[in-house]
């Protein structure tokens, strides 16, 4: 096959399984408070997020591996990959640069160095892109005092407690024009990063943060509507103030795919309105639970998200470590990483592929000689 008759085989039958499934109906009609017609990158058509699958990797890096770090091997074991981007760990719980941004703590792993710099001047020598990975789902208890209305409350109307930090709310300032605005500006005018991927953002549960509740007004049979409504116009805003640094930015986040639906219901994630904000929908699948799991999820999730239409080519986050097994180099068995790979790419999805830890690190030798062939194709 070549690979324009391989992705043509997007077949029939597992869109038609895909419009069976029950409880499917994130795409329904009469949502409202959103402008249907939102098309936030008009002019800019040709992006390399949109018009190709984009081969993105996420080396998830260690504290201790940010120490000493040798950002030209660093790079150069990126590119080996075959990839065309890397996520780097930017910004919001700890700062992997020198940030001007007031409450944005620099993490101690890199000192005096700055890191991000770095990696952005050495990416582009050697042909790459680089994504900026902000976490602003929780910060430190010292805001508290400060600003109480950026944080979670319970049930007790307790703050949200995250191990030692304290759980934000999405409709706080610190998740918005207070931080994380100015930390993506920064990151974006001053380090010329190529897009922002957004972690762990989306509301704690379905009834629990009291900071959410407060702010609604209407009856609870209409809450779940409102609270969609309310993530995705917090991810068109932060579009908005992207493109304002950038049109060509990319902007993504890790999303439930179809095998996670409880997981996007207690995070008020609706695709067909998240689409409107980000440029690309990043769903998580593939994981391992069990020999008797389908092996189909990626394909799914990528014509989940293809009938979401956003602007941008859908990607399918597939994990090659999977931390939950407690093997920090443990690799998923090289067929099914495959399997899920190729599958994502015949429904139409990039991939953005992390590991646990730097790819240069890993002790399995099976790591990088399996992402370079899935990105080389």
Not at 136 to 145: E, N, T
Not at 270 to 278: E, F, S, V
Not at 349 to 367: C, E
Request: aromatic share 10%; net charge neutral.
């Amino acid at each position: 096959l070549t690979r324009r008759s391989f992705v043509g085989l997007a077949g029939g039958a597992t869109g038609a399984y895909f419009a069976g499934l029950p409880g499917m109906n994130l795409f329904a009609n009469g949502v409202v408070g959103l402008d249907k017609n939102t098309d936030l990158s008009e002019g800019h058509k040709s992006v390399w997020w949109q018009d190709r699958l984009p081969r993105i990797y996420h080396p998830n890096m260690r504290s201790f591996e940010g120490v000493n770090l040798d950002v030209r091997v660093f790079v150069r074991d990126c590119a080996a990959t075959h990839c065309e981007a890397i996520v780097m760990s930017a910004g919001g719980i700890w700062a992997f640069y020198q940030t001007k941004v007031d409450h944005h703590v620099i993490s101690p792993s890199i000192g005096t160095r700055d890191l991000l710099a770095e990696v952005v001047d050495e990416a582009r020598v050697q042909g790459l892109k680089v994504i900026a990975r902000v976490d602003f789902r929780k910060a430190r208890p010292a805001l508290y005092d400060l600003h109480p209305d950026w944080f979670q409350l319970d049930d007790n109307e307790q703050v949200v407690r995250e191990g030692e930090y304290y759980a934000t709310t999405p409709l706080g300032g610190y998740q918005n024009e207070a931080f994380a605005i100015p930390v993506m500006e920064e990151l974006l005018n001053d380090y010329g990063v190529d897009g922002i991927h957004l972690n762990a953002l989306g509301f704690r549960g379905i009834y629990r943060d009291k900071r959410t509740l407060q702010a609604y007004e209407g009856s609870r049979s209409d809450f779940m509507k409102w609270r969609e409504q309310m993530a995705a116009k917090q991810i068109i805003g932060f579009r908005e103030a992207i493109h304002r640094c950038n049109p060509e930015a990319l902007l993504m986040g890790e999303l439930a795919g179809i095998h996670s639906v409880g997981w996007a219901e207690r995070r008020g994630w609706n695709p067909k309105l998240l689409a409107r904000g980000y440029t690309n929908l990043l769903n998580t699948s593939g994981r391992i639970d069990s020999v008797h799991e389908s092996r189909w999820w990626p394909g799914l999730s990528a014509k989940l998200i293809t009938a979401a239409n956003a602007d941008g080519t859908p990607l399918i986050n597939l994990k090659m470590q999977h931390r939950q097994y407690g093997f920090l180099d443990f690799l998923i068995s090289p067929a099914l990483y495959k399997l899920n790979a190729y599958q994502s790419i015949a429904n139409g999805a990039g991939l953005k592929t992390p590991t646990l830890g730097l790819i240069g690190n890993k002790d399995d030798p099976r790591t990088s000689p399996v992402l370079a062939e899935i990105f080389g194709f």
